[in-house]
């Protein structure tokens, strides 16, 4: 689950209003650590496996299956 991932520190949802009028919502993620570059990774299979449920939801959100439209990182 990604709320207990251990390199997980928290999730909220952040709202802003467009120009348009329409809210913009966010899934951010705040993770303890930055993703690795390719020749660092050393197989690093929790990292890959918060990549895998980011991209899930991330897909879901782009198809409209969520209450925002897209997921962020951030790094603590």
Known sequence: MLITHPYVEGVHLEEARLADGTIDRVLV???????????????????DDLVSQLRSLDNLAKYGFADFKRVEIRET
């Open 29 to 47: 993620v705040k993770s303890k650590k930055k993703k690795p570059d390719f020749l660092s990774a050393h197989n690093d299979n929790d990292m």
